[in-house]
């Protein structure tokens, strides 16, 4: 078992993966209690025309794929704001044009395209020393705000209406949120890649919520599931030539599954 | 302090609001003193919700002012001495993750420093204020798991921990059976003995009647300002409600 940790890439490959197993639900958990579960497959496709714009123009993907996430949460929430368009059409566009957006660049890139199925499936054994440490980077600055707007994301996740009726700045709080969300997608797409990094962000919440527990309580349980798959699903990968994205995002839908078959404990003394 | 000699916290000129070429509300001026009950009276559709959400400042007028606690509804000084109890729950999902506690909880968000740490005083008001509502046993069950009249005791006490000097309620009581209502009703009037200003709308025009001191009566103009619901004009009550229906007028004068 231990030979797995005698690689360079694959410690490289399990720091990366740890570090978005924690962010990845966190965030996630915000979308899912919102119902804007789409926000993040949305985000996705947009990094994705990210990447294709970075191997066209030759910039460093991550970054690429970041700003042009941060343009576009942007503007989908000002046009949310504007109520000018129901939010699940917003969000379409928003999928349909970048995807557009991104198979018109890598047709424009000429064979410098051959990295693009690591990043749409993800294979975080190709993480290198710089991807490490903007993960790193980007990670813990995404963690660390969440933990010091924990109080006022989950009041305005309660209720949108109320938390402006009291006094908290509701428009301020949905952008930056959706920001975290547009960071934690581009740090995510080397370890499950820009297709099923969604999955990474929405599922473990969803298994988390079948034990019907508080907010708190949620959010743990979704990043020790989370976890556990980036760890079950590298050491898989790694041993049975697995891709490692893929079997990832299958163990948190084990899980999920798992989750539904067990009594939560208020049901269970009921 | 007298109410009748009481300051007003709340004042509107010539209120008027326009959505989509329809008038909602139309020029309405009128004062709400602190300490008021209030009751905000009239038909499904008349503009009672639109008026609330105005003096909320989550609408804003197409004319007129509002003035609350002496500033706009929108300074975050004046929201931060506000308390909201929406409509049937508002927005809350009832399968959102999170217990009664977290829920009240999340209402002195707004009370806290940036970085300032929950606990203390701040603790201590959030379980002196489940008690009072009678929700300190749920505090560890989550929502989903509530009974309408719980879940409203909830955002009750959501409202209250921020210690409000007006509080706001949009028809909570809708889809609640009769203990729970007067249960509800109960705590209302001890939040209001305690001093704080009370803006209640409700279609129930029987237990405005019963339970708040002054009324606003609207169907899209303000047809009444009164300072005793039981003073509102017969006849001005069956043209706000329903022109056929006489048992409205007998059953509103029993109280």
Redesign the interface.
Known sequence: MLEIFEFDFMRRAMLVGLMVAIVAPTIGLFFVVRRYSAMADTLAHVSFAGVAASLFAGFAAIPTALVFSICSVLGIEHLREKKILPPDTILSLFLFGSLALGVVLLGLSHGKNVNIINYLFGNIVTVTQTDLASIFLLGIITLVLTKILWRQLFAVSIDEDIAEAVGLPVKKLNRLLAVLGASTIAISMSVVGVLLIGALMVIPTLAAMQFRVGFQQTWKISVIISVLSVLLGLISSFYLNLASGGTIVLFTVGFFLFATFIPSPTNASA | MPRLTAPPIITATNLSYIRNHEMLIQDFSFEIRTGDYVGVIGPNGGGKTTLLRLL???LKPTSGEIHVLEGKPTD?S???Q???V?QRG????L?????V???VR??R??Q?G??EH?GGTHEQIVQQTMMEMGIDELQ???I??LSGGERQKVLLA?AMV?QPKIL?LDEPLDGLDPASRETFYEQLRHINEAGVTIIFVSHDVHAIAKEANSAICLKHQLVCHGDNACHIDRRQLRDLFHPDREDILSHHHTH
């Open positions: 909320l400042g989550l975050v004046v929201r931060k506000i308390g909201y929406p508002g927005n809350l999902d399968q959102f993750p999170a217990t506690e977290e829920v999340s209402g968000t707004t806290l940036f970085l929950h560890g069950r989550p989903s798991q959501r921020a706001y």
